[in-house]
C-alpha cells in the first residue's frame, strides 16, 4: 500500500474554478512537497511545506501535520494549469529525512 | 542558468549492454537523488546522495549503482540491463537544509531520460 495517496486521481474542470487536489500519508513526515508535471515531462517543484501554509500567484499549498494531510488549490483555474500535480514525503527519521515517497499524482485538465 | 542536466535523454539498449546516464548540476547542491517514472506506479526513487562520497539506497535500488566522486555529478549505471528497466528517469538536485527536520530543500529536476531495454 503506497504509504502517500493523493485524490483525485483525475480531475476535469472549467477556466475559473476553484480546484482543490489532496495529499494524505501514514507516516510521519519532516516535509511535503508539491510538484508539477506537463505534458512532454519536466517537473518543476511548486512548494516544499513543513506547517502552515504557503501561497505563490494562484497556488495555496496547506498542510495540517497533526492529521498528515495537505492540500493544494489553484485560483481562477486556467487551461495551462492542466498537468499532473505529484505530491511528494520526506518520511522522518531520527537522523534527518532524506529519502522521498511519491503519490502517484493527480491529472488535472482544465477546459476554455 | 541554473539547471540540472541529464545525458543521454534517449536510448534504446538491448539486455545486458551496461550503461550509464550522467547527471550534472550547477548549483553546488549537496543533495541529489534518481528516480524512475513508470505508468500507474508513479516517481520512484532509486538511489540519492547526501553529498560527496555519501549515497543511500531509495525504494527500487536493484539493478542500479550510482557514484558521488564530485559534487555536481551523480551518474545512474546500469550493469546488465534488463527489459524492467525500461522507463523514464529523472535526476534531481537540492540544497541540503540544515538545522530543520528536513535536509531536503526545493527540488530541481533534469528533464528526463527515456531509456527503453530490449
Known amino acids: 500500500k503506497n504509504e502517500v495517496e493523493q485524490s483525485p486521481q483525475n480531475l476535469t474542470a472549467q477556466e475559473g474554478e476553484f480546484i482543490t487536489i489532496n495529499c494524505s500519508y501514514s507516516?510521519?513526515?519532516?516535509?511535503l512537497h508539491w510538484l508539477q508535471q506537463h505534458p512532454g515531462g519536466g517537473i518543476v517543484s511548486l512548494f516544499m511545506l513543513s506547517s502552515g501554509k504557503k501561497k505563490h500567484g494562484r497556488l495555496i499549498a496547506t498542510i495540517n501535520i497533526q492529521e498528515k494531510h495537505s492540500s493544494l488549490h489553484i485560483t481562477a483555474s486556467h487551461p495551462r494549469d492542466s498537468a499532473v500535480y505529484i505530491c511528494a514525503v520526506n518520511m522522518y527519521s531520527g537522523g534527518g529525512a532524506d529519502g522521498l515517497t511519491f503519490g502517484k499524482g493527480t491529472h488535472l485538465i482544465i477546459q476554455p | 542558468e541554473a539547471q540540472v542536466t541529464q545525458n543521454p535523454r534517449y536510448l534504446i539498449t538491448v539486455t545486458g549492454k551496461k550503461l550509464t546516464v550522467t547527471c550534472s548540476q550547477n548549483m553546488n547542491h549537496e543533495y541529489m537523488s534518481w528516480y524512475r517514472q513508470d505508468p500507474g506506479l508513479g516517481l520512484r526513487q532509486i538511489y540519492y546522495?547526501?553529498?560527496?562520497?555519501?549515497?543511500d539506497k531509495g525504494d527500487v535500488p536493484e539493478g542500479y549503482k550510482v557514484s558521488r566522486k564530485e559534487k555536481r555529478n551523480f551518474p545512474l549505471i546500469l550493469e546488465s540491463p534488463s527489459p524492467n528497466q525500461t522507463s523514464l528517469y529523472f535526476c534531481a538536485s537540492s540544497l541540503s537544509l540544515a538545522g530543520g527536520r528536513s535536509r531536503v530543500g526545493e527540488l530541481f529536476f533534469g528533464e528526463g531520460s527515456r531509456l527503453t531495454v530490449l
Open positions: 546522495s547526501m553529498n560527496v562520497e555519501v549515497t
Open positions: 507516516v510521519g513526515i519532516s516535509a
